[in-house]
Structures are given as C-alpha cells and as structure tokens.
C-alpha cells in the first residue's frame, strides 16, 4: 500500500498548504492541519446528500472499562494516503486501512508510567520515512508510521521521558502529554500537562530533534532571571513556582515560522497569595520563532488568575478581511465565552479589548489583579452572570436554589473565590464556555464554537494548619486526604456531580487496598501519580479511604497553598438538571471579518425533556466539530450519544445517527478512492454516560 506521497513531504516542510494541496483527501494533522481549523476542502457529501449517510466501519480498539465507565477516547484521528492513526480507549496508538477499519498494526506499551486519555498523535515523513510521535504517560515515543514498532535511533530505544530537564526537589512530578506537537522542519515542538495544585513542575515549552530526541530549544513559560516577565512574579519565582504549562496544544505557520503556543494558569490556580504579581507568561497566547523558541509577542488573556481560566483550545489561523484589507490573523477562545483576534505577525488585535475594573478578594494574602481584558468585539459566545433571573423554569427545588443564590457571590466575571462557607458561581462554569475542542474555521472566515454554560459553584477552605508547615510533622490521611484529594473528590469524598472524579465514600465496596494504593503510585486515567508524596502518605491515605486512622511524618514541599478548593462542583437540581435556564450547550456561527455573530443553536439534547414538550436544551458537551467546503459542519460531543450533520449557513440540523458511546472527541473527515468519510473516536465515560471504545466511520452507501 502507497503511504507517503511528495504532496505530504511538501506539506510537512510547510512548502504546501491544505488549501494549496490538490485533491486533498487527508486529515493529516490534529484538527485537520497547522492552523487547527477542522476543515476539509472535500465537497462529496453536502446538504443535499448527507441524510443518506451510513455506517461503513467500525473499529474496537480495545481497553475500555465497562464496569467502572472510568475510560475515555478523546482522539481526533489522523489520516494519511488511506491510512488511519488513532489511539485507543486504553491508551495504545494504533492504525488501520482508512476505507475498511481493518487494523494494520497496535502497540502493547506496558511501560511503568501513567497513561492518560490523548488526544492523538502526530505525523511526519521526509519522503523516505514517516513516523508517528505518541505520547504514553510522561513518555514520548518515535513510531515507524509502516509497522508502529520504536525507531531505535531516537532517544533511548525509540522514546524520551518528557520530564527530563523539568524535575526539582520537593516538586509533583506529575508529567504527561495528553495533546499532539507541531512538527517545524526537523523539529518536533511538545508541551505537556502538570499538577494544578502546589508543588507543580514547570510548564517550559520545548523543541526536539525529531530524528534523535535531542532538545533543541526551551522557551520558560514562568521567566528565569534577566528574562522577560521575570519581574511579574515574586524573587526566584521560577524556582518556587509550576504550571503556566501547554497542555491544550498549539498551532503554527509554517511559512513565516511562528508557533503559536497557549497557556493554561500557574499552580496553586485557584489561590495565588504565593505568587504576587501579573504572572507572566500564564493564561497567554505567545508568538515564539519556531527555529529559536525566541518571544515575538504575547497578550496575556487574564492577568495572576485565581479562576483556573486557562486558555482551554488550540488556536485558530485564518485569513479575514478587515478595514478592506486581508489580514492573517490569530485568534484564541477563553472559557469565560471570550473571543481574542489578533494580527498574527505583530499581535494588534483586530478589535477592540478594554482593561476593567474587577472585584477585590476577600481571602486574606490574596491580591487580585485590579483589571482584566475583556475583549468588545465578537460578542461573547455564552451569558456572562447568573443571577435569579437565570434559573430555569422547571428547576424541582426553586425555594433551595433561590436561597443558595443569595447567599453566594454570583452576577460578574472574575469574583474572586471567598472562604466556604460562601461560594462563588462560575458562569460559565470552571471548564467552559469553549473547553479543549477548540474551534472551526471554514475558508470564508466563519468560526463555529461549541461550548457550554452551566454554572460551577466554589469555595475555598484553610489547608490543614500542619500541612502549612515547610517542616516535618505528623499529619492523619484525612489531612492528606484534604490536602491532596478533596479538591478533586470533594470533601466529604462525594465525588464531582459529572462522574468525572468518582465518589470514595464506598470505595471498599469496588477495590481493595492494594489496587487503591496502586492507583495513587502510578496514576489512572484523569488521576495522577502521587509520586511527590512518601510511601508512607500515600499508605495513610488508604488507610483513611478505608476507615482507619494513620498519622506519619510529611513534609509540605515547595509552595505550598494555604487554602485549597471546595471541588468542581456543577450546579444541577434534584432532578440532575442543570439550575440554569437552557441553552445548556450551545453551537455558535461567528464571522470573523466582521466580529458578528451569524447564528447560534443548542447543542445536544436530554429526550425525556422533548418528550414532555420543553424544547432541545443543549447538553453539556466536549470536542468539536470537523467543517467542510461541502456546507456541513459534523459534530458529536453531546452527552445524548449522537452524532449530527448540520448546514453551516444556517446552523439547520440535517442528520443525527447514534452511536455506541457518546463521542467526547473532534470527527475526522477524508477520502478514499474518491470516496468521503466522516470518522468520530466513541470513548463516553463522562458525564455519567457509558464508556466505549469504537471508532465509527460513516459513508455513503
């Protein structure tokens, strides 16, 4: 079989667009190409065909849990000459024959590291060879693209560890990449996934040679000394502090040499007393050259963040029209629903942003930033407040909500998180507005963004007192519980209302002590490994999850946060609704030439409502959706398990299909034999929905 072409050799030295490529048949890049826009120039399948769309393959790619529905696929497949790369529900990379979803090759990693859910991988061919770079756990691996066996000549037996160059005494060491590179000639550009709570590893951006694994350059996201931004944090920030990390993925001009790399928020991300000061370069979009990693320009989206904003999606290239000239520009979401545009070779944004005045907190050692940017133009993508006005109509415990309401801090961005037991609404909520989908952009310059906006409820509570401590004391697993766990699993061990982080309180009942304890040393699926605690801590955890009381010697580490969060906790009523008046999830049109917004329609929908007449909600959602010239725009990520067809024009539905687990992922779409495909990763496993592990390609008969 034919897999590498001179056209793919041409467009991965940047010498060839998507746009210029001709008879374009691959989604050769995540998200479809460098400018991470989820278009497809293909035009078989359109508004007049599409309701024909079936089913053409199915792929079980293995390592899916069942029984707990604590596994996921968040992978947008690659497709390359006919051929598909993906991975699996149990983190194995894998490919397949594109047209029947035959397998071709699957690794067996078994490696002793924590393997997260990734979201794809990333390819590269000189014309002679192609590889795939995957990342397992803290381990970036170099694949022959032919076989998936490791190329021998990179690293250390075809694999480097991602931390290297990152570890520091008393630190997590917590490290993972869970979101694809950018490849630049011969250089492979990673970022990665930290801790978000203190002590976190540093989120430094790093170029490989991706034929030897060598790192070429590093670009410190917090500043070392005499570099720019270094006065932004406090003395020897970069030796105290982690985070400011890329963990959502970047996107690059080939042409002019630019990558262009978001940042999510420094650590402890929800209390910043610790880290006086603006806190550059987190929550930023920065403009690195690609062959130095030198700083051409950044905007930072939200200054010394204590919401976790962080910039949640890749960014999107694209070319608009503005004040009558063509303009490239860059732009990046915000999980507040805020839209950023900028000129993609000076930084200039294309429309207007304002400084505004923001509450003060009210937590002691806490200084909030005085002002943030709030960009005027796109309209925000999602309400901005809560207020009573805002709860829905058939919420079942008014009386509840509406007292809790009041007694919270609710009705404008940014409020600062007080000391529970008062709390405040995040609206949208802690992941969004727009979360780690991202975006698509269609050749006209129209932006179709899925998001979200259900409110989030927040306090914060004192770290136990001893655990303040840079000094050795005793401390009980409930502390360490707290300090560690609580934020995730809540407080009292209830878990988050999403599934998301599960409840503890029974956990006897589905594990025992030693699966428990393996768990915390090595890290499964969105948690973890608790390799910064001692032995004996994480044996005192256990033994607290499972009724028994252990005290042991513990040393706090670096930076370690007075306060730590009362959990993500989504508001919903005792019906599992969310307390907010629909949309839910939404999908919105906007055009970037203009910064209007053409249409927006609810995303999703829970059937028992419909059937009682409350029209389409929207639901709580993740992924995105894949946009073509054809006039469609392809979307799962709702949590009723469908996958539907919609006209980009006028944001009409035009066809659903069901699949065998909701798609929490961003559809491919490509051709073989002159035939188009529309393929979606089917993991679930969040939101309380089940988890699978198919891969569904759709086809006209």
Not at 406 to 435: C, H, M, Y
Request: charged fraction near 20%; aromatic fraction near 10%.
């Amino acid at each position: 079989m034919k897999r590498f072409t001179y056209s793919a050799f041409l467009l991965t030295l940047g010498l060839l667009s998507l746009t210029d490529k001709p008879a374009t048949t691959d989604w050769p890049e995540y998200n479809g190409g460098p400018d991470r826009n989820h278009f497809s120039p293909l035009t078989q399948l359109n508004p007049g065909n599409v309701a024909g769309l079936q089913v053409a393959w199915e792929y079980a790619s293995g390592g899916v849990d069942t029984l707990k529905n604590n596994t996921q696929i968040q992978c947008n497949p690659l497709i390359v000459d006919g051929v598909l790369y993906g991975v699996s529900a149990g983190s194995q990379a894998f490919a397949l024959d594109a047209a029947t979803g035959k397998e071709l090759w699957k690794t067996a990693f078994t490696d002793d590291t924590f393997a997260m859910n990734s979201r794809g991988v990333t390819y590269w061919t000189d014309g002679r060879e192609a590889r795939i770079f995957f990342a397992y756990g803290s381990l970036l691996y170099a694949l022959d693209a032919r076989t998936g066996k490791p190329v021998a000549s990179f690293g250390k037996g075809g694999k480097i560890n991602l931390k290297e160059g990152l570890a520091r005494p008393g630190a997590d060491e917590y490290v993972v990449s869970n979101t694809p590179g950018v490849v630049y000639k011969n250089l492979l550009i990673m970022g990665h996934r930290v801790s978000e709570i203190a002590p976190a590893l540093p989120g430094d951006v790093r170029a490989y040679d991706l034929r030897t694994g060598r790192i070429v350059w590093t670009f410190h996201t917090i500043p070392h000394p005499g570099e720019y931004g270094a006065d932004t944090w406090p003395k020897d920030g970069y030796r105290n502090f982690g985070g400011a990390n890329n963990w959502m993925g970047m996107a690059i001009d080939r042409q002019r040499g630019i990558v262009y790399v978001p940042t999510g928020t420094a650590a402890f991300d929800l209390y910043g007393s610790t880290r006086p000061g603006q806190n550059l370069f987190g929550n930023s979009l920065i403009a690195l050259d690609a062959a130095t990693g030198k700083r051409r320009w950044h905007f930072q989206t939200i200054h010394h963040d204590i919401w976790d904003r962080d910039i949640p999606a890749p960014p999107n290239l694209f070319t608009v029209v503005h004040d009558g000239k063509k303009v490239d520009a860059v732009s990046v979401l915000s999980k507040q629903g805020f839209l950023f545009v900028f000129d993609r070779v000076t930084g200039k944004p294309l429309f207007p942003i304002e400084e505004r005045p923001m509450p003060a907190s009210t937590v002691p050692g806490e200084k909030a930033w005085p002002t943030q940017p709030i960009p005027l133009k796109p309209a925000p993508f999602t309400r901005q407040s809560f207020s009573e006005s805002d709860i829905n109509d058939f919420v079942t415990d008014r009386d509840t909500v509406l007292a809790q309401l009041r007694r919270w801090q609710s009705g404008k961005e940014f409020i600062p998180l007080p000391l529970s037991p008062n709390r405040t609404v995040f609206f949208p909520g802690t992941d969004g507005g727009a979360q780690w989908g991202g975006a698509a952009v269609d050749e006209a310059g129209v932006m179709y963004v899925p998001a979200k906006q259900i409110p989030v409820t927040m306090g914060l509570v004192p770290t136990p007192a001893s655990s303040a401590s840079a000094q050795a004391v005793d401390r009980t697993g409930s502390q360490l519980y707290q300090t560690h766990c609580a934020a995730c699993h809540g407080q009292n061990r209830e878990g988050s209302h999403d599934g998301t982080y599960p409840a503890l309180l029974s956990i006897s009942q589905k594990r025992n002590e030693t699966s428990v304890a393996q768990v915390l040393a090595k890290g499964q699926g969105m948690m973890p490994a608790f390799t910064h605690l001692k032995e004996t801590e994480r044996k005192a955890i256990v033994d607290f999850l499972f009724g028994k009381t252990t005290s042991v010697a513990s040393n706090a580490g670096l930076n370690t946060a007075p306060y730590h969060h009362t959990g993500f906790t989504r508001w919903y009523d005792r019906s599992g609704y969310p307390v907010s008046r629909p949309p839910w999830g939404t999908l919105t049109a906007i055009d970037l030439n203009t910064g209007e917004h053409r249409w927006q329609v609810p995303l999703g929908e829970y059937p028992e409502l419909v059937a009682k007449g409350i029209p389409p909600t929207g639901t709580d959602n993740y992924g995105a959706p894949a946009v073509t010239a054809g006039g469609l725009l392809f979307i799962a990520s709702s949590r009723d398990e469908l996958i539907r067809a919609f006209d980009r024009k006028t944001g009409r539905e035009l066809w659903r299909a069901k699949l065998p687990a909701a798609g929490y992922a961003s559809p491919s779409t490509y051709a073989v034999n002159g035939k188009q495909y529309v393929v979606i990763a089917c993991g679930g496993g969040k939101l309380k929905t089940k988890s699978g592990d198919r891969y569904v390609a759709f086809a006209l008969p």
